[in-house]
């Protein structure tokens, strides 16, 4: 995932600002880490540079 993105995405639930936390990083992508949005505290995965911002109740459906 780019950096860059962030200043488009927000959290899924309640629309506010997320913050990154990175946890592996390659050049210019966020390879694994995690979004927290500021309002609600909801945490959602970024695995593989593929953020999942499918709500929490949603992820375990989700077909691999």
Do not use: F, H, W
């Not at 966020?30 to 609600?40: E, M, N, S």
């Amino acid at each position: 995932m780019k950096e860059s993105l962030m200043d488009i995405l927000c959290c899924p639930l309640d629309k506010q600002d997320l913050e990154l936390e990175v946890v592996r990083r390659d050049d210019e992508e966020v390879l694994d880490g995690r979004l927290v949005c500021t309002q609600c505290g909801e945490e959602y995965p970024i695995e593989e540079g593929i953020p999942n911002l499918l709500p929490p109740d949603m992820r375990g459906e989700a077909p691999a």
